[in-house]
């Protein structure tokens, strides 16, 4: 398969234009990253976004691997002498991996089976002999194949060293593997059974401990419940169905009239499917569900990490961080309005110390000294208690303060790291937790970037899929996130640097080496400088790295340096001051101009145009600020205080299969189920609700006992 083939198979999988896909595939073969290609090339893929291009990609890499596997296969058979032209037409016109292994099944090296067992004993004439026979008798036919130095000593073994050698063969058929495997999906049934009672104490998988539901409508999240609680010993899992139209079928294609050997190739075929087809077909469905429930589990963690890390910034507050505990204390760390570092401290105001008077005392001592604003309290161990801690406090202050529950979410990964020791090296890994729950709050996607992104647990299931795959998706993620909104050269972190479009850890490290012995960069022609950051890496990066109060004031905006020719031709054309271009009057010139006549003017794409007068009109914008602000409190919520039907604002903290967490204050976070979503059906509680969304519920049942709350949506 070439690649116009490819890229004609892809065009048509993904709906889109032949050209389209042509141009992304070159752009991808030629180095460029996806955030460039989605940003800067937007005429040449037609306005494709990161995920339409992300799939183009991973397309053509399975077709290229596929096309590398078929001719392995071709060259495989071709070598043991059996290679047809019709079998290598078939092999080149598969669109599946499963569909070449299917046709490469019958030839693959086996271990040793009661088949290959049989064959050695030289039984295949007698097999044949048996599938085509309608003349003659099957015994005294058996009787000429009998051998004592091979093994075969009576008719009986003969003919059942002939059936293993059938049976398998029919179990290698491509085309009813691909049948029965269809059939199973559609038909088949998915029952789970309780296994080991003890193993379960908590009654995690009571729901599954006799449960059943058809394979072709089983829910992602279900299936990889059932196989977690099968791994664990708890459940025993299998497909059952109706076998019978499966065995009508295959006695179709090898039973014929006036066979002699007709009830023998009946039972072969029942060994067939029932030894060798069955328990393969099974696992091979089991990997698909499973596959499946993988990908969905990865892309709800993908959606909520994105949500997650795009949160809005509060800029221009210092923070007071307070990291929850009981035994070892609340770790206290205040961080100014640019995220430096003041004070840190620790205080027991939980159980079982209880200095309640002494941990208020320094509280307050440090809300006054540094003029706090926002006190961020993590939302782990002891979260709710020092909540109220933190509400008495706030109640008697004069300061206008207010709080908000943080998620700390690998907090406790980035302290033991070695990043985290760079950082803080006096710090012990506590106080360094506290820092970072202050800082998350100040700028999301800057702190959360230092984090593995797998460690920030806002998935379902995250740790029963395959972990390459989890990481690849979630890097996209994280470099997605970090190039919409653009990174500052002179203050990122080397973790923020090496999320940047083209930019690799050690060119990350060397900037901010290149930052130390410089100085602050004030151009970003200055990055050329940078060792090993050549031109490829610059074009593909430097449009996402910004230089605020640099000497051009472009190199504060997300415009490539490649379109500053044009932008100085614009400029020019609505005789604007380049001085004078973030001005009210430059705006509003920018505002009222024809798109499409002033891109045939400047001979430029439509799209590039209008992202340039975009940046032009709000130069400094992060896109971050458009989404609504946290919720900033001053008082605690308890289960008590909830009444059915009480309306109430809250933050989303997950996302999964069947709804969505919502913070109210409590100390657990309250589920809205899918059906309580929305007033219409819908598919997805991602169609409704991202992490992070501010939203209007209603309480629609309280169990105090549990402490489990149930929102609606619904008004």
């Not at 940003?39 to 183009?56: A, C, F, H, P, W």
């Not at 076998?243 to 039972?267: T, Y």
């Not at 309290?377 to 709710?384: D, E, L, Q, V």
């Amino acid at each position: 398969m070439n690649q116009a083939e490819m890229n004609l198979i892809i065009s048509r999988e993904l709906n889109l234009k032949e050209h389209q896909v042509r141009q992304t595939v070159q752009l991808l073969d030629d180095g460029s990253t996806i955030p460039f290609i989605a940003r800067y090339r937007k005429e040449m893929t037609g306005m494709l976004d990161e995920n339409q291009i992300r799939s183009i990609q991973e397309r053509v890499e399975y077709l290229r691997q596929l096309d590398e596997r078929k001719n392995e296969v071709i060259r495989l058979i071709d070598e043991q002498g059996k290679l047809t032209d019709e079998l290598a037409k078939q092999i080149n016109g598969a669109l599946k991996l499963q569909e070449v292994e299917d046709l490469y099944r019958p030839y693959r090296q086996k271990r040793r089976t009661r088949a290959t067992i049989a064959r050695e004993k030289g039984l295949e004439p007698f097999a044949q002999f048996l599938m085509q026979a309608t003349k003659g008798n099957v015994e005294e036919e058996a009787n000429k194949y009998l051998n004592e130095e091979k093994g075969v000593s009576t008719p009986e073994e003969a003919i059942q060293g002939a059936c293993d050698i059938l049976a398998e063969d029919m179990a290698d058929d491509a085309a009813v593997r691909d049948w029965i495997r269809r059939y199973i999906h559609e038909n088949g049934v998915i029952q789970s059974r309780l296994k080991e009672a003890e193993k379960d104490e908590r009654k995690v998988y009571e729901m599954y401990y006799e449960y059943q539901e058809p394979v072709g409508k089983m829910a992602p999240h279900r299936v990889l419940a059932v196989n977690r609680g099968e791994r664990e010993g708890i459940l025993k899992v299998k497909i059952e169905l109706d076998e019978q139209p499966i065995l009508h079928h295959m006695e179709r294609k090898w039973v014929r009239a006036q066979l002699i050997a007709g009830n023998q190739i009946k039972e072969t075929i029942h060994d067939s499917y029932r030894r060798l087809i069955f328990p393969s077909v099974e696992r091979e469905i089991r990997n698909l569900l499973t596959e499946k429930g993988e990908e969905q589990a990865i892309h709800i963690f993908a959606e909520n990490l994105r949500a997650l890390l795009l949160q809005p910034p509060i800029k221009g507050k210092t923070v007071l961080g307070l990291d929850p505990g009981f035994r070892t204390g609340c770790k206290l760390a205040v961080v100014d309005e640019t995220g430096k570092l003041l004070d840190v401290g620790v205080i027991y105001p939980t159980p079982p110390v209880n200095k309640v008077e002494e941990a208020r005392e320094k509280v307050i001592q440090f809300i006054k000294k540094y003029g706090v604003a926002i006190v961020a309290i993590g939302n782990g161990t002891a979260s709710r208690e020092s909540e109220q801690f933190i509400v008495d406090i706030l109640k008697d202050l004069k300061e206008d303060v207010a709080y908000l529950m943080v998620s700390e979410a690998g907090a406790s990964v980035y302290s033991a790291s070695k990043l985290a020791g760079e950082e803080f090296p006096s710090l012990d890994v506590s106080e360094r937790s506290a820092v970072s729950i202050s800082r998350r709050l100040q700028d999301p996607l800057a702190e959360l970037v230092k984090i593995d992104p797998k460690s920030i647990g806002v998935g379902q299931y995250q740790h029963d899929v395959t972990q390459s795959k989890l990481a690849s998706s979630l890097q996209f993620v994280v470099e997605s996130a970090v190039n919409y909104v653009g990174v500052d050269v002179n203050t990122a972190s080397p973790s923020l640097l090496q999320y940047v479009s083209g930019i690799s850890k050690q060119v990350a490290g060397n900037i901010i080496k290149q930052r130390e012995k410089i100085g602050k960069f004030s151009s970003r022609k200055q990055l050329k400088d940078v060792p090993r950051l050549g031109e490829k890496t610059y074009e593909q990066c430097i449009g996402f790295l910004r230089i605020p109060d640099g000497e051009n004031p472009l190199d504060g905006t997300p415009i490539h340096p490649e379109s500053y020719n044009k932008v100085d031709e614009l400029v020019m054309k609505l005789e604007i001051n380049p001085r004078q271009i973030h001005t009210e009057g430059a705006k509003e010139k920018l505002k009222n101009i024809s798109l499409e006549q002033m891109a045939e003017t400047l001979e430029i794409g439509v799209p590039t145009l209008q992202d340039i007068v975009e940046s032009l009109i709000r130069p400094g914008r992060d896109p971050r600020e458009d989404l609504p602000q946290p919720i900033l409190k001053k008082d605690v919520l308890t289960i008590n205080d909830l009444q059915e039907g009480m309306e109430l604002k809250g933050t989303v903290r997950n996302v999964v299969d069947f709804g969505a967490f919502v913070d109210i204050g409590l100390k657990n976070d309250a589920l809205v189920h899918i059906s309580q979503l929305a007033n219409k059906f819908i598919k997805h509680p991602l169609d409704v609700v991202s992490i992070g969304d501010i939203v209007t519920v209603r309480v629609k049942d309280v169990d105090r006992e549990k402490g489990r709350v149930g929102l609606t949506m619904r008004f």
